[in-house]
Each structure stands twice: as structure tokens, then as C-alpha cells.
């Protein structure tokens, strides 16, 4: 059997021959496209099209239609791509990923693929990481498609609905992903047609595909309605957590427990009796119990394992926001799940806002798998190949350089405490700064970014902090990185997107080593695609360049999984001291293999995310698919109507005569008759006695008889058209209540199946086995709950609400005449407003004609004597 590399490694050698190929054939094309006035080659996109209309496909297109958009680019950007941005646009246009270092040019290199796929009409999505670099890319690239007859939208969180539909009506609109994925869920809550944004989903290009596709699919999109608040048990629980005392490390007496490569926490049995004698109860753990666990267990995780600055933040307007731990970015309108984030409120001293119920979610994984063709572009995808395969179908085509790296990548150095290493960090700048070397210093956290800035500032360095904190300014901060002498400190996304550009004199110094911009890394990420990513800041297009990566037994990382092994080899080679440091490939090799453990625990949690999605992904697709049908109906919605009056009148036979076994008494008789006046017939339309002795299948029949004849006379107080409207806003209205109802109970379901691990039941099987039992009562929930809306509304035809209508306006007016006769001392208060308002056509469940907003009879049928 052959070696896997070996193949893996053949394979790409032989995609990349065949891309080869097939980018000489665009280049073919050069000289025609030059010699084309800017009219000729503007009119192709017309040509395009309708060689498209009658037949020929984007494949047949490709070469041809590529080579206009390079010569196009050429034109109105001043831009040429090379040979090998031809090759990353055409695995683009295949719908999978060509992973470019960074400076490649991916920007220009996605302008083929999109142009192509836009000409059908269909709608290109080009996604980015966030709303900054949308509407960049947007202005920049917009020129090029814009003068190639192509139109341009820009769809940012800001935007109305009205705003967000004509971005989406473009042929190209730029958005971030969060923002595709709630346009979705809203548009599957709206009534109406004309209220809709997206169109259906064609193809979508991710720049920054991993950063998107992989480490925000870790969090579901979610969709929330405000739910009852608990803001004092909150604060109650973290008082009580601020009185515990111990270590990261357990140790004997210690309150609390941590367990460090899982990040969770709990309460040894110091803790338990604690909690027992703070909150005055027996057992902790006693299921009665159970809410005040939970908040307990929020507030041990808010103070011992989220940590300002590093987790989330505070911002000036005293919000807690959570801080990407991939990009260092904060995350505005993201909230922790399941009572976390108000726990980390109550913690910081904030104002608790209420939890949330959930209405609508989608994962990442299961929005972007709608779309018809999906492709992405990054530097660092490599590494998470199997995820895209098994996730989404796409594979990952590594594309050569333009030009050879000359970059030098240094052994990691390891130092044994945080301070020793943070020394060395510093006296390293010093010695770069001072040769006139850009040096751009990599930080995981915030709080490690304002160390090293305090400590520069103490060494009087001039430098700039490019973190969560002032995002606003990072492109121009990043842009200037590579000028001779700056200093910059960034956070992991360290302007991801925009070039580092080296300003003159950065490339000529003498000694190699100070050539270029130097990346100073002060620890390694959790994922080798971040540091990979970080690296690639130097050294593009061929530029000199040097990476250093600085570590010590005290990093995050280190303690999470490598400190013990690394412990043995240090002691190995005989090294101790404050000062010590160690330069080995082993230490490096020692660390990836710690990071490959944080990636595939990563990897479970996604997969394990969206294995819950998935569950109910076909519950959601049933609903929304019967969502857009009633939107979209222009025609009567009766036989859909019939059909769910019949199954809801089978249940609800079933339900007594299987609970009786199949016999039915006088007593059962009664309870039914009770419930079918209340939910089914028109009040006195039906006796009691009329049920009873009927069999069930009689009596199904009797009841559905009745049911199309109240149903009948319900429509015939409508006009056609307001008999649609009507139809289609009681189902929308049901629906909408009871599947938000539903999400609500899945999201806390998923909660407690966990325990049922603790039975030997899988807990994902036992979610699959609940949740399909859940679907199936709730829609027999709708269609019992539209059922009786549709027997019992209160419907009037537009001249009795007319006449109505005048009523009240006249009783209105005589109210407001006598008030002003009290006012002025007249006796007009006896007047008889009953004068003149004709009762005998008034059902006894229509409004009063008195205009009191009663039934008529609870109001004058009482006095009359229409009881």
C-alpha cells in the first residue's frame, strides 16, 4: 500500500500541472484582450451573457471570460494578475480552496472567479472576516466590476431591510458571514413577501475561509427574544463565589477544582459545604436545586476561568464584549450562551442584562452548505484539510508563490518563567529598533499587548497597539508596520487582510538578519494556523524577512498541555536558572504536537456542534420550507387548511379514545364536548347529546362535517383576496410561536442530555430520539392551534366593520358632547345612547354595536336578555 503523504503530495503535484495548464490558456488570450478599445472589452460581459442564455456553460466561458476581467483589472486598478493568481481563481471558480501565502494578492486573485460566476444574474457573495474590509474590498474591487457592467452591493449590520434587498439584488454584494447567517433567520420570521431580503443562495466566496468557515463555526448563529430576568440570583452567586479560595493547581482544603486542559471548573467538598451553609439548603445537588447548580456553576466559571482582557472585555459603555480568541477582535452583539455572559456582568460590576430565549439558530457549517457552490481563499488551510473535506466538500490546492520565499523562520526559543521570557523579548526589539529593523510583535491576548506596551514605554520605544480595543485604526496602524524603525504590538489577527508594505531602506541593511520586517512572537496560539498566519506578515512577494517565536513553561498553551514533557527535556539537558533558555527543534516539535491536540479537541467541539444542528436541521428546513410556501401563496390556502383541520381533529379523537381504550363513557363524552365548544364548533351550534354514543370514526367524521361548515362560513365574511391575507397571517402566527417554542426547548434540552452520558446513553441519540418526539407534538400543536384560531376568530365582511366603525365614531362624539355638557353644568348626561342602534342581527359573539369593544353577549345581549 502507498504512502498517504505520498499520494496527498502526488495529487496536488498533478492538480497543479492541470492548473498550469489551464492558466496558459487564459494568458493565450493576452494579446487580443490588449488590442480590444475599453467599449470592445466592456461589451463582452454582454456576449457573455448571452452566449450563457443559449446554452454554453461558466466552464466554457472560463478562459475567455478570465482573461477579460485580467485585462479589465489592468485598466481601472493598475493591476495584473500573474500566473499563478490565474491558478488560485480557477480553483475558486471549481469551488474549492487554493491556499496563497499572505501578499499573494488573494484580492485581485477572487476578482476572475467572481466576475465569472455573476454573469448568469444569480448573486456572488464575497465574504470577509469583518464589515471594515467588506466595504474596502467593495470600493476597491467595485471599480473593475463596475466598469465591466456589473453592479455592486454592500451589505453591513447597519442597514434597513430595504437597503439590505437592494444589496442583495446586486450581481456582486460584499457582507461578513454573522451577517449573511442572521439575514437568513430573519427572513424566515417575516409575513410578508415584499419583507424578504436575500435571494436563494448561488455562490459564495470566503476570504479568510478558515478563519470563517473554522473558527467561528465553534458558535451557532442564534436569534433571541427576551425571557424572564434573574439578576439578583445572578449577583447572589457571585458573591458567593468571590468567598472561595483556591489554586490552579488543586490542593488539599482548596474550595474549587479546575481541570486545565478542559477549562473546566468544580466545587471539591470544602466548596459543596460552603455553598450548602451560604445558600441554606440540604443538598447542593438535590434536584429542587437544580437552577441555583446552574447559577453557581456559571459564576465558579465567571471568576476562575474567564479573565478580563483576555476572554471578553469592558467597554465605556459598560458592556461586556467577548474578544475573539482567533483574531484578538471583539465581537459587538455576541452574547455567551445558557447564563455565562450575565454571570461575567454580575462579575464585572455591570448592569445584568435579562437571558435570552432562543427564537431562531443556524450554525455556520449548516448556512454556508445551502449554498449552491462554495469556495474560500487563505493562506493557512492546509492544516484543516480534513475538516473541509468532511464539513463542506472542498478541497485544498496549495498555489505556489510568486516569487521564492527568502524569509528565515528561527527556532522557538523557551524560556522557564513568563518573566525571563518577556526580558528577552525586549531586549531583542531594543537591538532590532536600534538598527532600524519594523518589527511587528504577535500577542494572544489583549492583556499581554498592554504589558509589552508599558514595558516599551518604560524603555522609551516608540510604538503603536493595534488590539481589541482600537480596531477602528488598524489598517492604517498595520499599513505603516513596515516602515524602518516602527514598532507595532498586534493582537493574533494583526491586520489580517491588509499587506504589511517594507518603506524604503527596510530591504538594504547590511546584516540579513535585520533585513525586512521582523515578527517577534510572544507565545504560540492554539492553533498552528494563527502562528502560521502571523509568520506569513513577513516575508511577501519574495521580500527578506525574519520570524522569532518567544515561549516559557508558564504560556497558556504550555500549561495546558506541553509543560510536563517540555519539564523532562529541560531537565534532560541539564538546563535551570531564571536566564536559562533552550533553542530546539524538539521543544518546536514538543509544541505542535500540543497545538494538534487544542485543534482536534476544536475540531470535536465544531463537529459536535453541528452534529446537534444537524438534528434539527431537517425540522428547520420542513418549517421554512412551509414558511415560504403560505409567503408566497397568491392563491387560496384552503386545502392546505382542510388538511390540518382533518389531522387535527384525528388527534384529538385519538387522544381520548386510545386513553379509554378505545371505548368512550359518558364522562369521556362530556370532557370532549367541553374542549371541541371551546377549540372546534361555534358556540351553540352542536348539543352535547349530538356526540354522544357516536364511535370514534363517527365522531371523527361529525366533527370534521362541522368544522368545513364553520370553516365556510368564517371565509364567506371575506373578499378572495382578504381571505388569503387572513389565512396566511393566522398560520404564520402560529407557527412562528410554536417553533420559536420549540428551538427554546431543543437549545435547553441540548443542555441537560449531557447528564444521560452518566447512564451509558449517548447523549447525541438521545437529543435525535427527543427532539423528533418534540417536532411531531408541535406540529400537532399547529395544526390544533389554527385549527381552533380558524374556528373561533372574530371576522367581520368590510361593511359590517364599516358600519361598526361609524357606531363607535358616533358614540365617541356623544361621549365626548356629554363630557363637555358635565363640564359646563348641562344635564345632557341623560341622554339614551342605546337610541338608535338596531341589535337584532347582532351574533351573540360579534363586537356590541355600542362600540365598548365587547362581545355583544357580554355586553347589552346581557341586558337584553341574549344570554
Not at 237 to 250: C, N, W
Request: net charge negative; hydrophobic share 35%; proline share 3%.
Amino acid at each position: 500500500m502507498p504512502n498517504i503523504i505520498q499520494r496527498i503530495v502526488e495529487n496536488d503535484k498533478k492538480e497543479l500541472r492541470k492548473l498550469h495548464r489551464m492558466a496558459n490558456k487564459v494568458e493565450s488570450y493576452a494579446d487580443q484582450m490588449e488590442h480590444m478599445t475599453d467599449a470592445e472589452l466592456q461589451a463582452k460581459t454582454v456576449e457573455f451573457k448571452e452566449r450563457l442564455a443559449n446554452g454554453e456553460s461558466l466552464d466554457d466561458l472560463l478562459y475567455e471570460a478570465f482573461a477579460v476581467c485580467r485585462e479589465g483589472a489592468r485598466r481601472v486598478l493598475g493591476l495584473y494578475p500573474f500566473h499563478v493568481q490565474i491558478m488560485g481563481g480557477i480553483v475558486l471558480h471549481n469551488g474549492d480552496i487554493p491556499e496563497m501565502r499572505t501578499g499573494e494578492g488573494k484580492t485581485l486573485t477572487a476578482t476572475m472567479p467572481v466576475y465569472l460566476n455573476a454573469l448568469p444574474g444569480g448573486g456572488v457573495h464575497v465574504v470577509t472576516v469583518n464589515e471594515y474590509l467588506s466595504a474596502r474590498d467593495a470600493e476597491e474591487m467595485g471599480e473593475l466590476y463596475n466598469w465591466l457592467g456589473l453592479s455592486i452591493g454592500i451589505n453591513l449590520n447597519s442597514k434597513s431591510p430595504d437597503e439590505k434587498r437592494e444589496a442583495y439584488n446586486c450581481d456582486i454584494t460584499y457582507s461578513t458571514s454573522s451577517e449573511l447567517g442572521f439575514d437568513y433567520l430573519r427572513d424566515n420570521m417575516v409575513v410578508r413577501k415584499e419583507d424578504l431580503t436575500q435571494r436563494k443562495l448561488n455562490y459564495a466566496l470566503v476570504d479568510e475561509v478558515d478563519s470563517i468557515l473554522v473558527d467561528e463555526a465553534r458558535t451557532p448563529l442564534i436569534i433571541s427574544g427576551q425571557a424572564s430576568g434573574n439578576s439578583a440570583l445572578y449577583a447572589r452567586a457571585d458573591m458567593f463565589a468571590k468567598t472561595l479560595s483556591g489554586h490552579e493547581e488543586y490542593e488539599e482544603g482548596d474550595d474549587y477544582q479546575i481541570d486545565i486542559q478542559s477549562k473546566t471548573i468544580s466545587l471539591s467538598e470544602e466548596g459543596i459545604d460552603k455553598a450548602e451553609r451560604y445558600f441554606g439548603v440540604e443538598n447542593l445537588y438535590d434536584l429542587e436545586n437544580a437552577a441555583l447548580t446552574h447559577f453557581v456553576d456559571n459564576a465558579l466559571r465567571a471568576n476562575y476561568i474567564f479573565f478580563n482582557d483576555v476572554d471578553y472585555m469592558v467597554d465605556e459603555n459598560q458592556e461586556v464584549l467577548i474578544i475573539d480568541q482567533f483574531t484578538g477582535r471583539t465581537m459587538p452583539g455576541r452574547r455567551y450562551s445558557d447564563g455565562l455572559h450575565q454571570a461575567l456582568e454580575a462579575k464585572m460590576g455591570v448592569p445584568v442584562q435579562d437571558e435570552a430565549k432562543t427564537s431562531a439558530s443556524i450554525t455556520i457549517q449548516n448556512y454556508f452548505r445551502m449554498y449552491k457552490k462554495l469556495a474560500g481563499m487563505t493562506g493557512t488551510a492546509k492544516t484543516e484539510a480534513e475538516e473541509f473535506r468532511e464539513t463542506y466538500n472542498i478541497q485544498v490546492v496549495p498555489i505556489p508563490t510568486n516569487k521564492p520565499i527568502q524569509r528565515l523562520d528561527l527556532p522557538d526559543l523557551l524560556y522557564p518563567t513568563l518573566d525571563s521570557k518577556f526580558k528577552a523579548v525586549l531586549d531583542d526589539i531594543k537591538k532590532r529598533h536600534s538598527e532600524g529593523q519594523p518589527v511587528l510583535i504577535g500577542t494572544v491576548a489583549v492583556e499581554t499587548s498592554e504589558l509589552i506596551s508599558k514595558r516599551l514605554q518604560a524603555a522609551r520605544i516608540p510604538h503603536e497597539v493595534l488590539n481589541a480595543k482600537n480596531h477602528a485604526k488598524e489598517a492604517q496602524i498595520i499599513m505603516n508596520a513596515g516602515q524602518q524603525g516602527s514598532v507595532t504590538i498586534a493582537t493574533n489577527m494583526a491586520g489580517r487582510g491588509t499587506d504589511i508594505k517594507l518603506g524604503p531602506g527596510v530591504k538594504e541593511h547590511p546584516v540579513k538578519e535585520y533585513q525586512g520586517l521582523a515578527v517577534i512572537a510572544t507565545e504560540r496560539a492554539e492553533s498552528r494556523r494563527i502562528d502560521n498566519q502571523l509568520r506569513g506578515r513577513s516575508g511577501r512577494q519574495g521580500d527578506p524577512g525574519i520570524t522569532q517565536f518567544y515561549l516559557s513553561l508558564e504560556d497558556e498553551l504550555m500549561k495546558r498541555f506541553g509543560s510536563e514533557r517540555v519539564s523532562v527535556i529541560l531537565d534532560r539537558f541539564k538546563i535551570s536558572g531564571e536566564e536559562a533558555v533552550i533553542k530546539s527543534r524538539l521543544i518546536t516539535n514538543q509544541i505542535e504536537s500540543a497545538q494538534k491536540r487544542v485543534e482536534g479537541n476544536n475540531f470535536d467541539s465544531r463537529k459536535q456542534t453541528l452534529q446537534y444542528d444537524d438534528v434539527i436541521r431537517e425540522q428547520r428546513g420542513v418549517i421554512y420550507e412551509q414558511r415560504q410556501r403560505v409567503i408566497f401563496a397568491v392563491e387560496d390556502l384552503t386545502p392546505e387548511l382542510v388538511g390540518m383541520f382533518k389531522r387535527a381533529i384525528d388527534r384529538f379523537v385519538d387522544s381520548y379514545s386510545l386513553a379509554n381504550g378505545g371505548k368512550l363513557d359518558k364522562a369521556t363524552y362530556k370532557d370532549m364536548f367541553v374542549t371541541l365548544e371551546s377549540a372546534f364548533f361555534r358556540d351553540g351550534a352542536v348539543q352535547q347529546s349530538e356526540i354522544e354514543g357516536l364511535k370514534a370514526d363517527e365522531l371523527r367524521t361529525f366533527i370534521f362535517e362541522k368544522v368545513k361548515e364553520n370553516y365556510k362560513l368564517q371565509m364567506s365574511k371575506l373578499d378572495p383576496e382578504r381571505q388569503v391575507e387572513f389565512q396566511r397571517a393566522v398560520i404564520l402566527r402560529v407557527v412562528d410561536n410554536k417553533w420559536s417554542d420549540h428551538i427554546d426547548q431543543l437549545d435547553q434540552m441540548r443542555q441537560a442530555v449531557g447528564l444521560r452520558g452518566y447512564a451509558q446513553n449517548t447523549p447525541i441519540v438521545e437529543y435525535q430520539e427527543e427532539s423528533f418526539r418534540l417536532f411531531e407534538a408541535m406540529i400537532g400543536a399547529i395544526e390544533f392551534e389554527i385549527t381552533r384560531l380558524m374556528m373561533k376568530a372574530q371576522i367581520h365582511n368590510p361593511q359590517e366593520q364599516q358600519r361598526i366603525q361609524e357606531l363607535q365614531m358616533k358614540q365617541m362624539q356623544e361621549q365626548a358632547a356629554q363630557l363637555s355638557a358635565h363640564q359646563h353644568g348641562g344635564t345632557e348626561s341623560d341622554i339614551d345612547l342605546d337610541e338608535g342602534l338596531d341589535f337584532s342581527k347582532v351574533g351573540r359573539n360579534d363586537l356590541c354595536p355600542c362600540g365598548s369593544g365587547k362581545k355583544f353577549k357580554n355586553c347589552h345581549g346581557r341586558t337584553l336578555g341574549v344570554l
